[in-house]
């Protein structure tokens, strides 16, 4: 089993709809979690960032943490095209060298 | 936010020969560097994780010989594909960071497209 794992899609929504995207993880220790956005041929730049459990907001972004069931989430609401983009979850116990999640392609459709 | 740059952004060359790729942090002093490698469609795979003035430590299954890596200083690494092949081939990516507590936050370049004929 990967220590992280995402769906890789791609996802393909219309504009403005509601985006729903997750990782699960098998690493119980992990407590800090990260969400990265890449486009296509470009480095990953960082979206959100949460400790433990809980949400956390930023503009229309959502994200959450469900250490019981090692499962976190990215929401996305309103999406546009300028969201079509490879979205990367990333985790770690310490805050240091964080894994990778193979990323999910995700394609808003105008 | 910090900057991180690669130089160049795409290279071509023949195989057999060696490639050099530059990661700089523009605006801050970088205590770790990682390198990447990005398949198509496919996840970062870390190969590398760099600190500055000493040896780099390699993932399992990546030749220390054929990906030499140089941290120079703080604000610099390299990475060299010696005796490129064309499985070589592929999206080289570097990322740096500070150092910061409690979250070490991995600032990213926009990677180096490296296509081996």
């Known amino acids: 089993q990967k220590e992280v794992e995402q769906d890789p899609g791609p996802l393909s929504v219309p504009e403005g709809a509601i985006v729903s995207l997750n990782c699960t993880y098998s690493n119980s220790a992990f407590q800090y979690f990260m969400w990265y956005r890449q486009y296509s041929r470009k480095g990953p730049e960082l979206l959100m960032y949460t400790y433990s459990s809980g949400n956390k907001e930023d503009g229309r972004f959502t994200a959450q943490v469900d250490k019981s069931s090692k499962y976190i989430s990215l929401f996305i609401r309103d999406s546009q095209p300028s969201d079509s983009a490879t979205y990367l979850c990333?985790?770690?116990?310490?805050?240091?060298?964080?894994?990778f999640g193979p990323g999910t392609r995700l394609s808003v459709l105008p | 936010g910090a900057v991180v740059s690669q130089h160049p952004s795409r290279v071509i060359c023949k195989s057999g020969t060696s490639v050099k790729i530059e990661c700089r942090s523009l605006d801050f002093q970088a205590t770790t560097m990682f390198w990447y490698r990005q398949f198509p469609k496919q996840s970062l795979m870390l190969m590398a994780t760099?600190?500055?003035?000493?040896?780099?430590?390699?993932e399992q299954g990546v030749e220390k010989d054929k990906f030499l890596i140089n941290h120079a200083s703080l604000t610099l690494s390299t990475l060299t594909v010696t005796s490129a092949h064309p499985e070589d081939s592929s999206f080289y990516i570097c990322?740096?960071?500070?150092?910061?507590?409690?979250?070490?936050?991995?600032?990213f370049g926009p990677g180096t497209r490296l296509t081996v004929l």
């Open positions: 990333a985790m770690s116990a310490s805050g240091q060298n964080f894994v």
């Open positions: 760099s600190n500055e003035g000493s040896k780099a430590t390699y």
């Open positions: 990322s740096a960071t500070t150092g910061t507590t409690p979250v070490d936050e991995q600032f």
